[in-house]
């Protein structure tokens, strides 16, 4: 905790929006996730040509495989040690 609020303190502005950047990737793939889970689950309601494009076209079980090997709800942050911190 004491080394995530001396990151916070100290970090620049650039380190800010990438930050800002990664907040907003994780929140579009959990969007993507739970519209994906959606259409899995009614594909049984979709019109035929629907579920073929998804499947032909888009070949959508290759599109889930970075989900599964990535899932975005396992959230994961790295707070880099500067070298000053680890010679003190």
């Known amino acids: 905790a004491a080394n ?3 990151y916070l ?3 620049s502005r650039l380190d800010e929006v990438q930050d800002s950047v990664y ?3 994780y ?3 959990v969007a993507a996730a739970s519209l994906s889970r959606y ?4 594909s049984s309601d979709l019109p035929a040509s629907i579920v073929s494009r998804m499947l032909e076209v888009h ?9 599964i090997e990535e899932p975005p709800w396992t959230r994961r942050r790295q707070v880099e040690q500067k070298v000053d911190d680890l010679t003190t």
């Open 27 to 29: 929140k579009t793939a």
């Open 59 to 67: 070949d959508w079980p290759l599109l889930m495989v970075p989900l």
């Open 4 to 6: 995530l609020s001396t």
């Open 39 to 42: 259409l899995c689950e009614n």
């Open 9 to 11: 303190a100290t970090r």
């Open 23 to 25: 907040d907003e990737s």
